[in-house]
């Protein structure tokens, strides 16, 4: 069973489109991330949900959405796609609260913008 | 403020030979370290990581890093390198607060020549 899945893998799409990428993970965890990869190999952190509250929103655009329905889900929605949004998106889950553990990573969503 | 720099962008051994890949932190408080490695196309996979007590760490696929307090220091080695090594590794500090928050070094390439 694969701890963190998120889905697609690769995502083609043109400019000025809505596009959405799923995380699921079955950790049990009770914070979940976004990270972005640029071109550069640069990992940031875009997101952090905590039992499906924002914990951290490290200033994206508010074209990019996360929605959590429940702790075991973080999907992403981006609005109105741009070029510079082309990149590499992570998803991860941890145990934040009482008694941190080690992130679990996604194996990523290629996102291509055309 | 909070930050890791990875000194080496690219570092390339023979294999068999030994490796050591350099990470310097700047955190507040004790720091959580880990090392998390990149295949090609791939997500990322903890190698190891140092919560607290005994500062060298074993990991997976044979490698080793040691904390070093006094030099804000978390260097990855491993004695002798396999061509299946070859990989992008990242340094994380973290998490911050209650948030679970990494902070990722801009990684090393690692090339291994047969």
């Known amino acids: 069973d694969t701890a963190v899945s998120q889905t697609p893998k690769y995502l083609v799409t043109q400019m000025g489109n809505d596009k959405s990428i799923k995380c699921e993970q079955n950790?049990?965890?009770?914070?979940m991330y976004w990270y972005k990869q640029d071109s550069k190999k640069f990992l940031k952190i875009m997101f952090s949900?905590?039992?499906?509250?924002?914990?951290i929103n490290e200033t994206v655009p508010n074209r990019f959405s996360p929605k959590s329905p429940d702790k075991a889900h973080l999907n992403l929605h981006i609005n109105s796609l741009e070029l510079g949004d082309s990149a590499v998106y992570f998803c991860?889950?941890?145990?934040?609260?009482?008694?941190?553990?080690?992130?679990?990573f996604g194996q990523g969503t290629r996102l291509t913008v055309v | 403020a909070q930050s890791v720099t990875q000194p080496d962008i690219h570092i390339t051994v023979s294999e068999g030979a030994s490796l050591e890949l350099r990470c310097n932190y700047s955190?507040?408080?004790?720091?959580?370290l880990f090392w998390y490695v990149q295949s090609p196309g791939q997500g990322l996979q903890l190698l190891l990581k140092?919560?607290?007590?005994?500062?060298l760490v074993q990991g997976i696929k044979g490698f080793e890093a040691e904390f070093k307090r006094s030099q804000s220091s978390f260097n990855l080695r491993k004695p002798s390198v396999h061509w299946s090594d070859a990989a992008e590794y990242f340094c994380?500090?973290?998490?911050?607060?209650?948030?679970?928050?990494?902070?990722f070094g801009q990684g090393t390439t690692l090339q291994v020549k047969p």
């Open positions: 140092y919560f607290s007590g005994d500062t």
């Open positions: 950790l049990g965890h009770d914070t």
């Open positions: 949900y905590n039992n499906k509250e924002l914990i």
């Open positions: 955190y507040g408080a004790t720091p959580y």
């Open positions: 991860a889950s941890s145990q934040a609260q009482g008694g941190y553990t080690e992130a679990f």
């Open positions: 994380a500090v973290g998490p911050s607060g209650n948030t679970g928050k990494l902070i």
